[in-house]
């Protein structure tokens, strides 16, 4: 009964100390050497049973955005809305193409209007959990909160940011699918969207892909007018917040484990965890390979990187330095050139003033940023009041007013 306790209260404040639990199982786990995936080891999941998800023999044909097949879906706890999904084309992070889907909704059909594309907080390894799925089914969480947006009138783009093989923690690709998902959005000629001008949003996990597509844009998609983007709760630098809070059991130990699992399916030649897992670590491994977040927490609830792995935390190759380095927006080089809103909780366990810190090398570089702490509030109690900013926010954006700045 006290482990069942225990799991409840994980799920009710897992948001809260999700970012910082995910961080230090990361670097515990990826310290350690590198080998082949024995046969058998379950890295990657089950593919989608839904043809429609499969990338074609000849996806390397299309360009990033490319749209390879779309279809329209009941937006089922979207009164009023219609619905389409999306396959297109993208590139992973070793350079290879993949297919990749987001999920459009609008309010009344088409028609030209501002576009939102929204990236969830999705703490999962399994293809059934992203959000082109748990849109429809309750089991995403933000999903009431997208009616605030049509609402407005606005279109909703929803992208699976974690990939094809839900590569969870892989956060600059998160960035590449949000722009080629907002790319193939405004290609998509039934939607009308081709002169919409385009927001970002996103929280936690989310921001983070929110972030990394705001600082890519200039650079990878130019083209897009990317008019503002808002995140909150932002891990700029997964290494560090691991540094910083050692390796105790907590109950939500296995999200930090579920990421080290989704690196190692991104980054396959440098970040195999095979060497660095004991038994129970392989054991859970294959466990968790098409968990969602609840089964996540469940499977280590308690546990620490010693219940899993060998070596120290602090024994990480320089590759894998490579690899979170790349993963962090503090280290990534590229500056927004939209304009940005960012808050945090003044008690938020995922550093606000690394954030912050990052925040004031943008706005070195010129970009405006208004960065808002919210008294008081911790990773959980921050998203609601700070979303409601942000919502705003992108609202003046649209209607062109001057973008604020407390740089």
Known sequence: MAVDRTVHRARRFGRRRAAAVLATALLS????????APAGAA?????????????????????????????SVPASGFPGAVAWQLLYRSTNSTDAPIAAMTTLLMSGGGGNRPLVS????????????????TLFNGGLQEAPALNLLLARGWAVAVPDHLGPTSSYGAAKLGGRLTLDGV???????????GNAPVGMAGYSGGGMATAFAAAMAPDYAPELPIVGAAMGGVPVNIGKLALDLGSKPNPLFGLGFAAAIGLEREYPSVMSLDDTLNPAGVELRNRLANACTDEIINAAANKSYTDYLHGDVNDVTDDRIRVLHENSTEIYPGVPRAPIYQWAGSNDQVNPWLAREVAGRYCAAGDRVQFDIIPGADHGTAIAPGAIRAFNYLGDRFANLPAPSNC
Do not use: E, M
């Open 43 to 71: 890295v990657y999941p089950i593919p989608d049973p839904d043809g429609f998800y499969a990338a074609p023999p000849n996806v390397g044909d299309y360009q990033p955005g490319d749209i390879i097949r779309s279809r």
């Open 118 to 133: 929204y990236q969830p907080f999705v703490n999962a390894l399994g293809l059934q959990c992203a959000p082109s799925h």
């Open 29 to 36: 786990a990826v310290a350690g050497g590198l080998s082949t």
């Open 183 to 193: 790319r193939a959005v405004k290609r998509f000629g039934p939607a009308g969207l």
